[in-house]
T-cell receptor, first 111, second 117 residues
């Protein structure tokens, strides 16, 4: 079983749609959680951190449920430029605090 | 741009060869982490270097090795290349203080795409 699991998609949605991504993690010692965005053949870039209280950044809302070990990302009013792969990430608690990535969910926003 | 650079951009090798990949960290960062990303997968942690010492390692065999220089740049070496080593190799730099809890953002370089034939 992978430490971080997410639906690979692909998700194909029309512009303006709301889309939700879900993710589960198995290591209860994970301390920090993130969503990264990766464009085709590019490096991952931090989209947002995820907190238990939930956090919002414009059209993006992230939520963490530690009891269920579940992370979500909601994108409202999808734009063509949102097309990318979204990676769910758990940050470790060891000295390296390495990142454990899910396999990514591919999103295509259609005109 | 993150200020993290990697070289080369692309590389083609044959099975059994050895390869060295390079990463220059962002100014002010003391830590470099290396990740391997196979096609269709998320990046997997290889190891991390903090102030020139290995500071954590993922589930990779000893033929994956590295080092960090006094200027905090880093190299990843892979010996006896196998076909499955074909991947995008990413380095990420960050500013780590092991005395403190919490997380410091890791900034990724553009990666080196390695093809093993």
């Amino acid at each position: 079983r992978k430490e971080v699991e997410q639906d690979p998609g692909p998700f194909n949605v029309p512009e303006g749609a709301t889309v939700a991504f879900n993710c589960t993690y198995s290591n209860s010692a994970s301390q920090s959680f993130f969503w990264y965005r990766q464009d085709c053949r590019k490096e991952p870039k931090l989209l947002m951190s995820v907190y238990s209280s939930g956090n919002e950044d414009g059209r993006f809302t992230a939520q963490l449920n530690r009891a269920s070990q579940y992370i979500s990302l909601l994108i409202r009013d999808s734009k063509l430029s949102d097309s990318a792969t979204y990676l769910c990430v758990a940050g470790g608690s060891g000295s390296a605090r390495q990142l454990t990535f899910g396999s990514g969910t591919q999103l295509t926003v259609l005109p | 741009e993150t200020g993290v650079t990697q070289s080369p951009t692309h590389l083609i090798k044959t099975r059994g060869q050895q390869v060295t990949l390079r990463c220059s960290s962002q100014s002010g960062h003391n830590t470099v982490s290396w990740y391997q990303q196979a096609l269709g997968q998320g990046p997997q942690f290889i190891f991390q270097y903090y102030r020139e010492e290995e500071n954590g390692r993922g589930n990779f065999p000893p033929r994956f090795s590295g080092l960090q220089f006094p200027n905090y740049s880093s190299e990843l070496n892979v010996n006896a290349l196998e076909l499955d080593d074909s991947a995008l190799y990413l380095c990420a730099s960050s500013s780590l203080d092991r005395r403190l809890a919490g997380y410091n953002e890791q900034f990724f370089g553009p990666g080196t795409r390695l093809t093993v034939l």
